[in-house]
């Protein structure tokens, strides 16, 4: 049974994995990563990694692969041409290079001569007391012996928001700091209400040079300069 | 199952990976390239977890999702930042610091 879920789960890891090497469209390659996500996440729950495969789900199908969504619909996926102006050279060189690294992986699991590796894994019941990868196994570790890792991880998620704000805010875009209204004493000065809209509906028209004039005829739009 | 499997799979799709890093150009594909070869490792890390029986690999595994969650956020920030700059988003145009 748990031979047909690997096959089940590893066609879906290769299928999204190569969509997002292979197709062209931005909006395809992420689709294809969550459908890689969701294989992963199935593979985690037959490595007794329950809490992980949920995570997986949750954060990475779910909340990240939403960023990347909106960022692609922001900048707007193109699609890239076929043909690679730089040369096919690059790319040839680029699957050997991946080609290689992939001979070089094989060999060292294959020669590392780690018997356990050919085993179920060591002794886990399928009843554990433990409860190896439940929520509470996971986060006992965490708050004990891996406390410092964890606020670390906090700490770094923190900067790492704050950086992307500052990123992608935007500069130089309405008006400039000199151009934006200062606070000054007239300001605290002048009687509550002062240039809203209850002051224009009572009959001010807010210029004092308008107001002397006091001569427009009814009905006359107010001329109103230095927007 | 083996979990030598888990670990074959855990290469392959690292190497397939790291040929999407090398072929493409959209900075926004490349990124996603990069979390395929992120969680091959967490794929393996969590196989070894397995192995030892010891809880220690899924701890790890979840603290390079964290990792990962944070390069994804900075580097679509770079992104959008690129777009808004005008910047051509595509990886062999952005050769400014090339000499």
């Given at each position: 049974?748990a031979?047909?879920?690997?096959?089940?789960?590893?066609?879906f890891?290769?299928?999204?994995?190569?969509?997002?090497?292979?197709?062209?469209?931005?909006?395809?390659?992420?689709?294809?990563?969550?459908?890689?996500?969701?294989?992963?996440?199935?593979?985690?729950?037959?490595?007794?990694?329950?809490?992980?495969?949920?995570?997986?789900?949750?954060v990475?199908?779910?909340?990240?692969?939403?960023?990347?969504?909106?960022?692609?619909?922001?900048?707007?996926?193109?699609?890239?041409?076929l043909?690679?102006?730089t040369?096919?050279?690059?790319?040839?060189?680029?699957?050997?290079?991946?080609?290689?690294?992939?001979?070089?992986?094989?060999?060292?699991?294959?020669?590392?001569?780690?018997?356990?590796?050919d085993?179920?894994?060591?002794?886990?019941?399928?009843?554990?007391?433990?409860?190896?990868?439940?929520?509470?196994?996971?986060?006992?570790?965490?708050?004990?012996?891996?406390?410092?890792?964890?606020?670390?991880?906090?700490?770094?998620?923190?900067?790492?928001?704050v950086?992307?704000?500052?990123?992608?805010?935007?500069?130089?875009?309405?008006?400039?700091?000199?151009?934006?209204?200062?606070?000054?004493?007239?300001?605290?000065?002048?009687?509550?209400?002062?240039?809203?809209?209850?002051?224009?509906?009572?009959?001010?028209?807010?210029?004092?040079?308008?107001?002397?004039?006091?001569?427009?005829?009814?009905?006359?739009?107010?001329?109103?300069?230095?927007? | 199952?083996n979990?030598?499997?888990?670990?074959?799979?855990?290469?392959?799709?690292?190497?397939?990976?790291?040929?999407?890093?090398?072929?493409?150009?959209?900075?926004?594909?490349i990124?996603?390239?990069?979390?395929l070869?992120?969680?091959?490792?967490?794929?393996?890390?969590?196989?070894?977890?397995?192995?030892?029986?010891?809880?220690?690999?899924?701890?790890?595994?979840?603290?390079?999702?964290?990792?990962?969650?944070?390069?994804?956020?900075?580097?679509?920030?770079?992104?959008?930042?690129?777009?808004?700059?005008?910047v051509?988003?595509?990886?062999?145009?952005?050769?400014?610091?090339?000499?």
């Amino acid at each position: 049974m748990a031979e047909v879920f690997f096959f089940i789960a590893a066609f879906f890891v290769f299928g999204g994995a190569i969509g997002v090497v292979g197709l062209r469209n931005p909006f395809y390659n992420v689709l294809a990563l969550v459908t890689h996500l969701f294989g992963l996440a199935g593979m985690f729950l037959l490595l007794r990694a329950q809490f992980v495969a949920a995570a997986q789900v949750v954060v990475y199908a779910g909340a990240v692969m939403v960023l990347y969504v909106f960022v692609v619909a922001y900048v707007g996926g193109q699609d890239e041409p076929l043909s690679v102006s730089t040369g096919r050279g690059n790319r040839a060189l680029a699957v050997l290079f991946a080609g290689a690294l992939l001979v070089e992986l094989c060999v060292a699991i294959l020669g590392s001569g780690l018997e356990a590796l050919d085993s179920d894994g060591a002794g886990v019941a399928a009843n554990d007391p433990n409860g190896f990868g439940t929520p509470g196994y996971i986060g006992s570790l965490l708050l004990t012996k891996f406390l410092f890792a964890f606020e670390a991880a906090s700490i770094l998620l923190l900067i790492a928001a704050v950086g992307a704000v500052v990123l992608a805010r935007r500069r130089g875009g309405v008006g400039t700091l000199d151009e934006q209204r200062r606070i000054s004493v007239s300001d605290l000065l002048a009687p509550i209400g002062t240039g809203t809209m209850a002051e224009a509906a009572s009959g001010h028209v807010g210029t004092p040079a308008l107001e002397a004039e006091g001569e427009r005829t009814e009905g006359e739009p107010v001329k109103v300069t230095g927007w | 199952m083996n979990i030598s499997w888990f670990i074959v799979v855990s290469a392959f799709v690292f190497c397939i990976g790291a040929a999407g890093v090398l072929t493409r150009r959209n900075p926004l594909v490349i990124l996603l390239c990069l979390e395929l070869m992120l969680n091959a490792a967490n794929l393996a890390l969590i196989g070894f977890s397995r192995m030892h029986g010891n809880g220690d690999g899924q701890v790890f595994a979840i603290i390079v999702m964290v990792v990962a969650a944070c390069e994804v956020t900075v580097g679509l920030g770079v992104i959008v930042a690129m777009y808004r700059r005008r910047v051509p988003i595509d990886a062999d145009e952005l050769r400014e610091l090339h000499g």
